[in-house]
DNA sequence: GATGAATGAGTTTTCATTCAT
DNA sequence: AATGAATGAAAACTCATTCAT
C-alpha cells in the first residue's frame, strides 16, 4: 500500500507541474512562461521544479510526448471505432483532433501551440515528435478515392492548417467539433470530381 | 548633407531595425527574441533602439503595422489588376497573400507567425491590425455564389488556416505561391455544388 | 549477516563517499566539488550523505584527516626502515611524500591541494590537521648537520614547495618519486657547504 | 578632454572589478568566489559586471592575462637591469616573481593561487598563459653553467614550486623578497659542483 | 542619433541541506 | 542505511530599459 500511495503522490506532484505547465505554455507560449510562472501554479518554490525536470525545455519536451500520446490515442480510438469508408475514416479522425484542440486539453493544445523555432534547444526533438502523430493524416489521405491528378499532400495540409488554426477563432456554443470536422471534410471530399477546374489568370 | 538627406539616412536607420526585427521575430518569436538580439543584428548598442522606439512591444507594433500594411497593399493590388469574377478574385488574394508570407517578406510573416498572447501589452492592438487586414477576406468569401446553406465563415476560416500553416510545410521550387493558391481555391470552390452530401455518422 | 558484517558494508560505504570526495576534490577543488558531484560518484542521491557526514565540510575534513594519516603513515614506516643518517633520513621521507603524493593517492593529493582558504568553516582545523603532520619535517631538518648560518625553516619550506608542486608537472614513467627524491635531496645537500656565496646585487 | 577623461574613467571601473577580481580570488579561490563578492566589492550590481566581461570564467581569464604581464614585465625588468652572469640573472629573476607574489600584488598571486582546474571552461588558456610567462625561467636555467649530469628541468621546477610556495608561509618583515631570492639560488647553486654525491639508499 | 555604463528586476539553474518514510 | 521530494538561498547570467553625454 505505502509503495503504491507514495508512487501516486509522486506521480499526482509531477503531473501537476506538467498540467500548468501545459496550460501556461498555451497561454503565454513557451518563451513568455517563465519556471517561477509554472511553480507558483503548482505551489512549488522555482527550484524544486527541478527535481522532476532537467531543464525547462525538458519540460516542454515532456508536455508535448504528453499531448501526442493524447492527441494519438484519442484519434486511434476513433479510428478503431470508424467503419471502413476512408472519408468517414478522415472525418472521425478529424472530429477526434478537433475535439482535442478545442474541447481543452491543454496537452494536445500545446502540440500546435509550441513551433519548434520557440524552444532552440529542443526543436528536432518536437518536430520528430509532431512528424509522428501526423503520418497517421498521411495514411488516411492515402486511403481517398482520389482522382490520380488530385494532391493528397496538399489537401492534407490545408485540412492541417485549417484544423490547427480553430483555436483561434472556435467559440464554444457557437460550433462544435463534430460539426465543423463535418464542413471541413465535406469541403475536401469535392476535390475528388472536380479536378478539371481551369487557374484563373493562366 | 540637406535636411531630407538626414531624414533619409534617419530613416534608413529605423527600417534596419525594423528589418532586423522582422527577421528576428520570425524566427525565434517575440519573447524568444532581446532587444538585444535586433541590436546587435543592426548593428547598434542596445540603448540606441530607445531612439526609434519606446518599447520592445512598440517595435512589434510598429513591425506588425508594417507587415500588415504590406500585405494589405499587396493584396489590394491584385484585386484591382483582378477581374469581376468572385473565384478568380479570392484567387488573387489568396496568391498575394502567400506570395508575401512565402516570398521571404519577414513583415507580412510577422503577421501570422506571432500571436497577440505572445505579447500581453501589445494583444489588442495586434488584434485590431490582424482584423483589418482580414476584412477583405470576408468580403471577397461575401462574394461569392455559394448556397444558401453554405458556411461562408467555415470557408473563410479553413483557407486562413490553410494559407497561414503554408510557411511551415512550403518549400521553394517544389510548390509557388500561385500554384498552391490555385489549389486552395480549387478544393473550395467545390462547396458551392456539393452541399448535397450527408455526414458520415450523423 | 552479522554486526560485523553490518559494520563492514557500513565501512564501505562511508568509505566509498570518501574516496569520491577525494577524488573530486583533487580535480576540481573544494568548491568546485558539489555534494550531488560526490553522491553520484558513490551511485548514492545527494540527501544520503548526510546519513554519513554533517555537512560538506566534515566530509572535506574526513577525507583531509584520512589523507594526512595516510602520509604521515607512509612516511613514518620509510623513517622507522631508515638507518640513523640525517640526509637519508631525509631523502627517505621525502620520496615517501613523494609517492603518495605522486602515486595516486587522492587522500594525500588533497591536502596539498585544498588551500584552508578554500573552506572557510573548516580553515583551522586544517591547518592544524596539516601542521600536525608537517612537523616530522620540521625534526628531519633540525637533524642535519648544516653550518650554524644556514637557514634551516627555508631549506625545509623549500622542499616542501617543490614536493607538493610535483603533482602539476610530475609524469609517470619519466620520473619516479625515488629519483625525484634523490634529486631533491641532493640539490638541498651542499647548501651544508656553500654559504660563503655573496649576493649578486649587494 | 572629454574623450579621455569618459576613457579614463571607464578604464577605471572595469580595473575596479578587475582588482576586486583578483583580490577575492586570492583570498577564497575562484569557486569560492561569487559574482555577488566581486560585484558588491566594486560597488556595483551583479549583472552590472557583465557589461565589462561576458562571463565569470572571462573575467578570471582578464586577471589572469594582467598577472601574467605584471609579473613578467616585473622579471623582464630586473633581467634588463641585470649584467651577464647567469647565476646572478637567475636570483634578479627570483627576486621579481618572489616581490610581486609576497609584494601584495593580487594579480600575480592569482596566477598561481588558481588552478587550471579550477576554472574547467577556461582551464587550456590558464595553462597557455603560465606556460607563456614560465619559459623565462627555462632559459635562464639553460643559460646556467652546470655539469652535464645535472637535472635543469628538475632544479627549475623546485625553484618554482618553493617560490610559488612562499606566499603561504611567508611573514612580512621576518623575510624580504631579495633575502629568500638570495637563499633559494644559493641553495641550488652547489648543485653544479656537488653531483658526485650518491644516493643514500641505491 | 547614438553610445557607454549602468540599473533592478528577472531569468534559468544549482546549491547544500532537511526530513518523513 | 538510504530514498524521494522538496526547500530556500544563492548561483551565474539576461532582460528591457534609462540617461548623461
Redesign the interface.
Known amino acids: 500500500m505505502t509503495a503504491l500511495a507514495t508512487k501516486t503522490r509522486s506521480n499526482n506532484r509531477r503531473e501537476q507541474v506538467l498540467d500548468a505547465a501545459a496550460m501556461l505554455f498555451v497561454?503565454?507560449?513557451?518563451?513568455?512562461t517563465s519556471t517561477r510562472d509554472i511553480a507558483k501554479a503548482t505551489g512549488m518554490l522555482p527550484g524544486s521544479l527541478y527535481y522532476h525536470f532537467q531543464s525547462k525545455e525538458d519540460l516542454l519536451v515532456a508536455v508535448f510526448e504528453e499531448g501526442v500520446k493524447r492527441i494519438s490515442d484519442c484519434v486511434d480510438v476513433a479510428l478503431n471505432d470508424?467503419g471502413q469508408?476512408p472519408?468517414?475514416r478522415l472525418?472521425?479522425a478529424c472530429e477526434a483532433h478537433l475535439s482535442m484542440l478545442l474541447g481543452g486539453s491543454d496537452y494536445a493544445h500545446v502540440v500546435v501551440r509550441i513551433?519548434p523555432?520557440?524552444a532552440?534547444g529542443a526543436d528536432q526533438t518536437l518536430v520528430t515528435l509532431r512528424n509522428a502523430y501526423e503520418t497517421r493524416f498521411t495514411t488516411l489521405f492515402d486511403a481517398l478515392p482520389l482522382n490520380a491528378q488530385t494532391?493528397r499532400s496538399?489537401?492534407r495540409?490545408?485540412?492541417?492548417?485549417?484544423?490547427?488554426?480553430?483555436p483561434?477563432?472556435y467559440r464554444k456554443g457557437r460550433d462544435t467539433p463534430?460539426g465543423?470536422a463535418?464542413?471541413?471534410i465535406?469541403?475536401?471530399?469535392?476535390?475528388q470530381?472536380?479536378?478539371q477546374?481551369t487557374?484563373?489568370?493562366?
Do not use: E, Y
Open positions: 497561454a503565454k507560449g513557451f518563451s513568455g470508424s469508408d472519408w468517414t472525418q472521425s513551433l523555432s520557440d532552440p494532391d496538399i489537401l495540409l490545408m485540412l492541417i492548417g485549417a484544423m490547427n488554426h480553430a483561434v477563432w463534430k465543423l463535418q464542413k471541413f465535406n469541403t475536401l471530399r469535392c476535390a470530381s472536380n479536378t477546374n487557374s484563373p489568370k493562366g
